[in-house]
């Protein structure tokens, strides 16, 4: 019989400054942020990272994912991934005025960007599936995309 690990969850609410962030490969997480933050780290994980991130300011992580997977992105605040490497990344919602940076990865499964929102990503991605609407933007290291 296998034992499947449980998920773990990691949130944040309110006003938060921290530079220490360690997700380890202890299976998939889920990491939420609310409200105004400076929040920065590592991750090393062979399994999924999910983000939801409601607010302003920046989170940053460097190392290295299996799957990174970013339900929701809204506010005035920038998601910088682009020294975190990984296999497959999926983009469900991303809106109003955040930017996510995007680091080497092998497949973008889905990117669907709203309002002003910015999508950059290094790199030679495939994008399976993407929606664009109002003055949002994919860009590549080079230059944009669509």
């Known amino acids: 019989m296998k034992i499947q690990k449980q998920l773990r969850r990691i949130e944040y609410e309110g006003d938060h400054k921290i530079d220490?962030?360690?997700?380890?490969?202890?299976?998939?997480?889920?990491?939420?942020?609310?409200?105004?933050?400076?929040?920065?780290?590592?991750?090393?994980?062979?399994?999924s990272v999910a983000f939801t991130i409601i607010g302003e300011g920046l989170i940053k992580f460097h190392g290295v994912c299996q799957k990174v997977i970013i339900h929701l992105v809204k506010g005035n605040?920038?998601?910088?991934?682009?020294?975190?490497?990984?296999?497959?990344?999926?983009?469900?919602?991303?809106?109003?005025?955040?930017?996510?940076m995007l680091g080497p990865t092998k497949l973008i499964t889905r990117a669907n960007l709203q309002d002003g929102a910015v999508l950059k990503y290094k790199g030679t991605p495939r994008l399976q599936n993407y929606t664009l609407s109002g003055s949002s933007r994919i860009e590549s290291a080079e230059g944009v995309l669509a």
């Open 20 to 47: 220490s962030l360690l997700i380890g490969n202890f299976g998939d997480v889920e990491f939420t942020a609310r409200g105004n933050f400076e929040l920065s780290g590592m991750i090393y994980s062979k399994k």
């Open 77 to 100: 605040c920038v998601l910088d991934f682009s020294e975190l490497t990984s296999s497959e990344v999926c983009c469900v919602s991303l809106r109003d005025n955040s930017t996510t």
